[in-house]
C-alpha cells in the first residue's frame, strides 16, 4: 500500500468517526442551561420561634443576586405590598436597597423577592420578620 492510499484511508476513517460522534448528542443535552436566580446576604435576622428576635422598625436591608438576573424583572414586596427599592449593578451581582414602611411596625411581614434570569429561568424566595414597635 502507497502512503497515498493510507492517508486517504484514514481521512476517510475520521470523517466517519467525527460524523458518528456528532450524531451521537440530542437536541435536548446541546440547549443551555439556565441558572436560576439566587437570593442572598440578606441582612435582617428572620423570625424564629425559639429565638423571637425582633428587627428595628423601619430598618433598611439588603438583598444580593447575581449579574445575571435581568434586573427590569425584580419584584420587591412586605407583606404582599410593592416595596420601592434601590438597585445598584457590578459586573458580578446587582444588590437591592430597601427600608420596611412604618405600617408594618409591630407585626410580622414576610420579604419576598422573585426575579428572572437572562435565560429565562425564574426563582423567588422570602424571609419572615418581626418587626419592632
Request: aromatic share 8%.
Amino acid at each position: 500500500m502507497t502512503i497515498t492510499t493510507m492517508l486517504k484511508s484514514e481521512l476517510v476513517l475520521a470523517t466517519l468517526l467525527a460524523f458518528g460522534t456528532a450524531l451521537a448528542y440530542s437536541p435536548e443535552e446541546t440547549e443551555i442551561t439556565c441558572k436560576k436566580p439566587r437570593f442572598t446576604d440578606f441582612n435582617l435576622t428572620p423570625y424564629n420561634a425559639t429565638d423571637n428576635i425582633e428587627v428595628p422598625a423601619e430598618a433598611e436591608f439588603i438583598i444580593k443576586m447575581p449579574a445575571w438576573v435581568n434586573p427590569e424583572t425584580i419584584k420587591l414586596t412586605a407583606k404582599g405590598e410593592p416595596l420601592p427599592f434601590k438597585l445598584e449593578s457590578t459586573s458580578t451581582l446587582h444588590k437591592i436597597t430597601a427600608k420596611l414602611p412604618a405600617k408594618l411596625n409591630g407585626q410580622f411581614a414576610r420579604i419576598n423577592v422573585g426575579a428572572t434570569a437572562v435565560l429565562g429561568c425564574d426563582d423567588q424566595t422570602g424571609w419572615l420578620v418581626k418587626i419592632a414597635k
